[in-house]
T-cell receptor
Framework: EPEVTQTPSHQVTQMGQEVILRCVPI?????FYWYRQILGQKVEFLVS????????KSEIFDDQFSVERPDGSNFTLKIRSTKLEDSAMYFC?????????FGQGTRLTVV | GQSLEQPSEVTAVEGAIVQINCTYQ??????LSWYQQHDGGAPTFLSYNALDGLEETGRFSSFLSRSDSYGYLLLQELQMKDSASYFC????????????FGKGTRLHILP
């Protein structure tokens, strides 16, 4: 069964450092997403990506964040200068019209 | 914009039936989905209702009333493994490039 894969599963970084979170969506899906979940809170939308460009982004997705699909399979989320409050689980998802498939997430800890 | 309301916590007994409600307000509407998330895991798709009525998948059923902007997830014959958070989610009809989640309902199951 096709699945969304994310790497790494855990990432610890120092405040101010750049991190890149990687995702391989399901190959025949057209929409890709990044979501964030702070421990114990709801799943928050960050950004959606369609046709090789951002289609929508939330107010959380400020200039510190960027996404790319560099090679037609990988889908990356970059945080340029991490802050303590960026510590969260980051989920990548890709979707069909009715159903979104989530990766297992990357737990980012900023220290 | 979109907003979804669901109870923060529900407690039920093993073997019983529980209903988790969700009300929504959206500028457009493309369907109501339900996702399950176990602690430390990724959200996984449970069901999708585009039309009014009840959709049944094994022990889980989901209902939608578009006129009332209301839906629910019904879990029957509860098992301990059903202890998880359950999120309702909507997709905007006009821009199906964003899936918005409710804050989630934490289901506690007592033996």
């Amino acid at each position: 069964e096709p699945e969304v894969t994310q790497t790494p599963s855990h990432q610890v970084t120092q405040m101010g450092q750049e991190v890149i979170l990687r995702c391989v969506p399901i190959s025949n899906h057209l929409y890709f997403y990044w979501y964030r979940q702070i421990l114990g809170q709801k799943v928050e939308f960050l950004v959606s990506f369609y046709n090789n460009e951002i289609s929508e982004k939330s107010e959380i997705f400020d200039d510190q964040f960027s996404v790319e699909r560099p090679d037609g399979s990988n889908f990356t989320l970059k945080i340029r200068s991490t802050k303590l409050e960026d510590s969260a689980m980051y989920f990548c998802a890709s979707s069909e019209p009715a159903e979104a498939f989530f990766g297992q997430g990357t737990r980012l800890t900023v220290v | 914009g979109q907003s979804l309301e669901q109870p923060s916590e529900v407690t039920a007994v093993e073997g019983a039936i529980v209903q988790i409600n969700c009300t929504y307000q959206t500028s457009g509407f493309y369907g109501l989905s339900w996702y399950q998330q176990h602690d430390g895991g990724a959200p996984t798709f449970l069901s999708y209702n585009a039309l009014d009525g009840l959709e049944e998948t094994g022990r889980f059923s989901s209902f939608l009333s578009r006129s009332d902007s209301y839906g629910y997830l019904l879990l029957q014959e509860l098992q301990m493994k059903d202890s998880a958070s359950y999120f309702c989610a909507v997709r905007d009809k006009d821009r199906d490039d964003k899936i918005i989640f409710g804050k989630g309902t934490r289901l506690h199951i007592l033996p």
